[in-house]
């Protein structure tokens, strides 16, 4: 079954891909630049990754693995090759050509297994720029993901209002920025967008306003599996305290290593099927 109409319903079966070649090669955002020269130690990384596989395992999801390539070296971030709204996979636009080949593997594991999908072929959209809520489906308007490709998924989405939202430049994708954890809740960086939008959004959700430190080690990225439970990066001290006074229950996931490269939980992590 293909379903996802939330960020925040129980998560029941998700694709991933082991950071088997992980590398920063070409610096693509603001934490890589700082990491560059320390680079990814791929043993670590590996290990934090399958730590995080077993953990939605233990939480009875049903995680489906893609096989790695060498000349990929940033395919951990299965999110972005893909996204599901509603019944329906959307295969991913990509912004840089180089990550092109990795949505031929999503392909060819969807083909296998006779699970249909849509290509999507307006450049660009990136899965990390969509987040989907019952009534809205948020795309961020960024370096990867264009307006005319927003445009293009509001005509197959005629039953959802699509919203655009421009991020800062420095900023890569709208989960490193925004991520919705409920029907009235959301993570938010508000310096990552116009005043304008923040206002917009603020008059919908009550927004839970994560720092510039914790921005940095991307406390809006993370994952909700369903009955509030959430994978969340250790050191945001700030961010999962304030879910906790929330009543959400806070799943601990070293996460440290992978992070070097921009990403966190909600990156290396494409829903096909929530409840």
């Known amino acids: 079954m293909i379903?996802?109409?939330?960020?925040?319903?129980?998560?029941?079966r998700v694709v991933v891909c082991p950071p088997t070649y992980?590398?920063?090669?070409?610096?693509?955002n603001t934490t890589q630049r700082v990491y560059e020269d320390d680079n990814i130690d791929?043993?670590?990384?590996?290990?934090?990754?399958?730590?995080?596989v077993k953990t939605l395992k233990q939480n009875g999801v049903d995680v489906i693995s893609l096989q790695p390539y060498k000349a990929f070296n940033e395919q951990v971030f299965t999110r972005d090759i893909g996204f599901t709204i509603d019944d329906t996979i959307f295969i991913a636009k990509m912004g840089r050509d180089?990550?092109?080949e990795e949505v031929e593997i999503l392909k060819a594991y969807l083909d296998k297994e006779e699970i249909s999908y849509e290509m999507l072929t307006t450049p660009s959209i990136e899965g990390g720029d969509v987040i989907v809520s019952p009534e809205y489906v948020f795309v961020g308007v960024s370096t990867r993901t264009t307006l005319e490709a927003i445009n293009s998924l509001q005509s197959k989405l005629p039953q959802k209002k699509v919203i655009?939202?421009?991020?800062?430049n420095d900023i890569l994708h709208l989960d490193c920025t925004f991520n919705l954890i409920s029907e009235n809740e959301a993570l938010i960086y508000s310096p990552g967008f116009t005043k304008e939008d923040v206002q917009w959004l603020r008059e919908r959700f009550e927004l839970i306003e994560v720092s510039e430190k914790e921005q940095f080690t991307l406390g809006t990225n993370v994952l909700s599996i369903g009955n509030k439970n959430i994978i969340s990066l250790t050191e945001n001290s700030e961010v999962n305290?304030?879910?906790?006074?929330?009543?959400?229950?806070?799943i601990d996931v070293p996460f440290s290593e992978i992070i070097k490269s921009g990403g966190s939980f909600r990156c290396c992590s494409m829903p096909i099927e929530r409840e």
């Open 3 to 12: 379903s996802q109409k939330t960020e925040y319903g129980r998560l029941e």
């Open 22 to 28: 992980m590398e920063i090669r070409e610096i693509i």
């Open 42 to 52: 791929v043993d670590r990384a590996l290990a934090q990754h399958d730590n995080f």
């Open 98 to 100: 180089i990550r092109e």
């Open 164 to 168: 655009p939202l421009p991020i800062r």
């Open 241 to 250: 305290e304030e879910l906790t006074k929330r009543g959400y229950q806070i």
